[in-house]
């Protein structure tokens, strides 16, 4: 089982709020992602990082921020919430070259009302 | 056109039976391949991995592997209604790429 941990699970919260979709690992990793995960559909790459102070947008244009200030640590940022957000976000990390070997969190499903 | 592409389903298969999962990819430079699946609710975890043309086995699965059709399956015999989930094929876009490109996921219904 991988260390790798997201809070919260599940939140509701209204338009325009500000949130904070957290993503901690303690398996040293340097490599981390966020995917973004609509019902029935595929996973889309939304922001992905290579180690400390190194982020790079992903495949799929996203209204949200995220920052690697520390190697276990990789949170993400909605600034204004909108019901288009609703979604399920996946955080995944792995080690060295091996991308196949993705840990995956446990996910956050949001619901913006 | 996507980059991985997957019939959707649902797919229903008997218990016991052969269940066959399809995915083709676009770009031909892709070098390595995926099978991941997802019970609902929950996250992906990866069950194979092919790399060259050909089959690979593993247990009840084997994933193929045909690079000139751009075209990866994999099948899971004596199916089980614990193989009931989303089967996401996911695929490296291009030698080196740090990232993995995944289609839609196929969901699979193993009927007792």
């Known amino acids: 089982e991988a260390d790798i941990y997201q809070t919260p699970r599940y939140l509701v919260i209204g338009t325009g709020k500000k949130i904070t979709l957290e993503c901690s690992q303690t398996?040293?990793?340097?490599?981390m992602y966020w995917y973004q995960q609509d019902p029935g559909m595929e996973l889309h790459l939304i922001h992905y990082?290579?180690?400390?102070?190194?982020?790079e947008k992903g495949d799929l244009s996203s209204e949200s921020t995220v920052s690697r200030i520390r190697t276990e640590h990789f949170p993400l940022t909605l600034e204004s919430a909108r019901p288009s957000h609703t979604s399920q976000y996946l955080c995944?990390?792995?080690?060295?070259?091996?991308?196949?070997?993705?840990?995956f969190g446990p996910g956050t499903r949001l619901l913006v009302l | 056109q996507k980059e991985v592409e997957q019939n959707s389903g649902p797919l229903s298969v008997p218990e016991g039976a052969i269940a066959s999962l399809n995915c083709t990819y676009s770009d031909r430079v892709s070098q390595s391949f995926f099978w991941y699946r997802q019970y609902s609710g929950k996250s992906p975890e990866l069950i194979m991995s092919?790399?060259?043309?050909g089959d690979k086995e593993d247990g009840r699965f084997t994933a193929q592997l045909n690079k000139a059709s751009q075209y990866v399956s994999l099948l899971i015999r004596d199916s089980q209604p614990s193989d009931s989930a989303t089967y996401l094929c996911a695929v490296i876009p291009r030698q080196g790429a740090q990232k993995l490109v995944f289609g839609q996921g196929t969901r699979l219904t193993i009927n007792p």
């Open positions: 398996m040293g990793h340097d490599k």
């Open positions: 092919i790399y060259s043309n």
């Open positions: 995944a990390s792995i080690q060295g070259l091996v991308i196949e070997t993705q840990y």
């Open positions: 990082s290579y180690g400390v102070n190194s982020t």
